[in-house]
């Protein structure tokens, strides 16, 4: 029985399209019409707008290709293509963004969150969120604190490399972070191994504003590149829901990063999320401030990329 009992059952079929890519960027459809890009939007809209009022329900595929009005085969399809997921990985994403939500909004406890989201299994829940988010069920919602105590224990450090062998230290990705209006606080730049953030990141860097960036000794991978802006912790646990308004994100990948390769002009224009984004799970105010405050050498050089020269292309590698 999987971890999610009410998470969509998939066929063989659907579970081969699991191990699909996301779109490497915001054109991915640039070589098709308008209106059948719209078309394909709205649908798999209607899907998304189904999970989330039936969250804590049993969910079907047949059921959600009927709220897209698209045959079952060409749902699945179509909502990789618009959301670079299959539809029960972003069910079960939907779901952990809700629990997000309760934890941080309402005065539910943490086994009533589990089984409003449609989790049968406390345990199940606590590990499948804090493996997702990155803290616990209860340590996240001391979010809505912002004096409260630290949000990571002390041995989990979320600037560290997940790869630590000195045969990857020359790989490297570099690119710029563009918005096109005003942003609430810093920025965020994360590697992760999948579209949704989740858990921790491979590298990370922090820019007060947005610009040029650098990770440095990135392991040999296909990743996806999230960047973020929200407002820092002291101002309320708003920022840390996917439906903020003061949240903006880019995305990018995947990109794949071989032995002692240097990927510039990666670049990410920041947005609005959309309801066919993957949700944002990684608690990212809490990873920045860590960050933020960390002595570690990774830290320190990511808040100092605004001495950078502008032009990638002069970093050496």
């Not at 997921?85 to 997000?100: D, M, N, S, Y």
């Not at 199940?124 to 630290?150: A, C, E, H, W, Y």
């Not at 730049?189 to 040029?212: Q, S």
């Not at 320190?300 to 001495?307: A, N, V, W, Y």
Request: hydrophobic share 40%; with cysteine.
């Amino acid at each position: 029985m999987p971890d999610d009992p009410h998470i969509i059952a998939p066929d063989d079929k659907f579970r081969a399209g699991l191990n699909g890519h996301a779109k490497k960027s915001e054109f991915a459809y640039s070589h098709r019409r308008p209106a059948t890009v719209q078309l394909q939007s709205e649908a798999v809209e209607r899907a998304i707008a189904t999970m989330q009022e039936r969250l804590g329900e049993p969910l079907s595929l047949d059921t959600l290709a009927a709220a897209a009005t698209l045959s079952r085969f060409h749902f699945s399809r179509v909502f990789h293509h618009v959301t670079g997921l299959a539809p029960v990985q972003f069910l079960g994403a939907l779901r952990l963004a809700e629990a997000k939500r309760l934890l941080l909004t309402s005065s539910l406890n943490v086994a009533d969150v589990c089984f409003r989201v449609g989790y049968n299994s406390l345990g199940s829940f606590t590990v499948r969120f804090s493996r997702s988010v990155g803290v616990s069920p209860g340590r996240f919602r001391q979010l809505r604190d912002p004096s409260g105590p630290s949000y990571f224990d002390d041995d989990h450090d979320p600037g560290r490399q997940q790869h630590a062998d000195p045969v990857f230290l020359a790989s490297q990705i570099s690119g710029r972070v563009q918005a096109g209006s005003a942003l609430p606080g810093p920025v965020f730049i994360g590697l992760f191994k999948t579209p949704v953030p989740e858990g921790e990141p491979i590298c990370c860097a922090i820019l007060p504003d947005p610009g040029t960036y650098l990770m440095l000794r990135v392991p040999e991978g296909t990743y996806y590149v999230l960047a973020a802006s929200f407002p820092w912790p002291d101002k309320g646990p708003e920022p840390l829901l996917q439906d903020s308004e003061s949240l903006q994100i880019g995305r990018y990948g995947p990109v794949r990063v071989t032995h002692d390769e240097v990927l510039r002009d990666v670049d990410l224009l920041l947005r609005p999320a959309l309801s066919t984004d993957p949700p944002v799970l990684v608690a990212l105010p809490a990873l920045l401030a860590r960050l933020h405050t960390s002595n570690r050498a990774e830290a320190r050089l990511s808040q100092h990329l605004t001495e950078m020269p502008d032009d990638c292309s002069r970093l050496e590698s």
